[in-house]
Nanobody, 122 residues
């Protein structure tokens, strides 16, 4: 059973930074993709960034390219999302996901965390 626990959300002013963490446990194959998604009130959940666990291949949504960086620490079983130059439009609940069944930025993932809230004020 895979478990994902996010942390690191909070409130920040526009232009600020946050780093989200997703601690994972259970069987995570090196062939799995893991990703970060977000969902704002009244909007669809959207893919933000994803990476393959066993390598350096990453993919980002156009809206966050150059501002967000996805990374992992294998020793800590943790996936990170470094978010810089935050904007009010980045306000959302952020979710970690593991084991993509389709495109890594689509919602077709087997495992999901409970989410962590990010609020960016102008």
């Amino acid at each position: 059973q895979v478990q994902l626990v996010e942390s690191g959300g909070g409130s920040v002013q526009s232009g600020g930074s946050l780093r989200l963490s997703c601690r994972f446990s259970g069987y995570i194959s090196s062939e799995y993709w893991m990703g970060w998604f977000r969902q704002a009130p009244g909007k669809e959940r959207e893919g933000v960034a994803a990476k393959i666990i066993g390598g350096d291949i990453t993919v980002y949504a156009d809206s966050v390219k150059g501002r967000f960086t996805i990374s992992q620490d294998n020793a800590k079983n943790t996936l990170y999302l470094q978010m810089n130059s935050l904007k009010p439009d980045d306000t959302a609940m952020y979710y970690c996901a593991a084991h993509s069944l389709g495109h890594p930025l689509s919602k077709e993932y087997n495992y999901w965390g409970q989410g962590t809230q990010v609020t960016v004020s102008s």
